[in-house]
């Protein structure tokens, strides 16, 4: 779910609003504390990285909302 919606928002005008780490919960409806969890597994995963202050996809992190979203 993390990587679709960052797949959906990061290069978009609202990126600043919705690629926030602390903001990226409440547009999930998620606990702030799970959401930082699952921030750091994607990070240990090389999903995704912080920069800038917001949170982006790397390359395998944008594989994997591709492939959730043709499913």
């Known amino acids: 779910m993390l990587a679709i919606h ?3 928002h990061q290069d978009g005008p609202d990126a600043a609003d919705e690629c926030r780490p602390d903001r990226i919960h409440l547009h999930l409806h998620w606990e702030s504390g799970f959401a930082e969890r699952v921030l750091r597994a994607a990070e240990q995963r090389r999903l995704l990285r ?3 202050g917001l949170v982006r996809l790397e ?3 944008r594989t994997l ?3 959730a979203l043709t499913r």
Request: glycine share 24%; aromatic share 0%; charged share 35%.
């Open 6 to 8: 960052l797949a959906q």
């Open 50 to 52: 912080r920069e800038g």
């Open 65 to 67: 909302a591709r492939g």
């Open 59 to 61: 390359e395998a992190g």
